[in-house]
């Protein structure tokens, strides 16, 4: 159960973690190559531009976790208490609405990307490989948008999950 409360915990920024300092490395690598060696590896630009998508996309789920996606909370401040909380169950679920067809049409094209077996210029790498990585953390955004902001208006006297910092 301790695992699962430090995946819960910090997933998320453990993931961003490691895009961001993989694409730092490679880029650091393909500059002295570039200047040092005078040799240009294809893949590096391919491979960052690649990791930097994940990147957006983790970060996209981390902010959902920490509650700090974009928002406009006037409306919410400016109603009396039980409407406001209404008011934001509401968006909450439009937007775990609009986070689950986003789920819905990044997976069907990533299935078209599989059945048109396409692959990548520089590393010949199967596109449907990373065009994979949408749906799969837009549904961790999905859940962490349960967790975070549903579930406590649902349930207000218990913690966010049994899993939730």
Not at 54 to 70: E, G, P, T
Request: charged content about 20%; proline content about 4%; aromatic content about 12%.
């Amino acid at each position: 159960m301790k695992i699962l409360s430090l995946l819960d915990r910090y997933f998320e920024e453990a993931l961003a973690v490691v895009l961001f300092s993989s694409i730092l490395l490679i880029g650091m690598e393909q500059v002295m190559s570039r200047y040092l060696l005078r040799f240009v590896h294809s893949w590096s630009e391919e491979l960052m531009r690649i990791l930097f998508v994940a990147l957006s996309l983790v970060s996209f789920s981390l902010c959902a976790k920490r509650r700090q996606h974009v928002k406009v909370e006037i409306l919410t401040m400016s109603l009396p208490p039980k409407l406001g909380k209404a008011m934001s169950l509401f968006a909450s679920a439009a937007f775990l609405g609009f986070t689950l067809l986003v789920v819905k049409y990044s997976y069907n094209i990533t299935r078209l990307q599989y059945e048109s077996g396409q692959t990548t210029a520089a590393m010949d790498m199967p596109t449907w490989t990373y065009f994979a990585l949408g749906p799969v953390l837009f549904l961790l955004m999905a859940f962490r948008i349960v967790q975070k902001d549903i579930l406590p208006v649902l349930f207000p006297g218990r913690e966010e999950t049994e899993l939730s910092s």
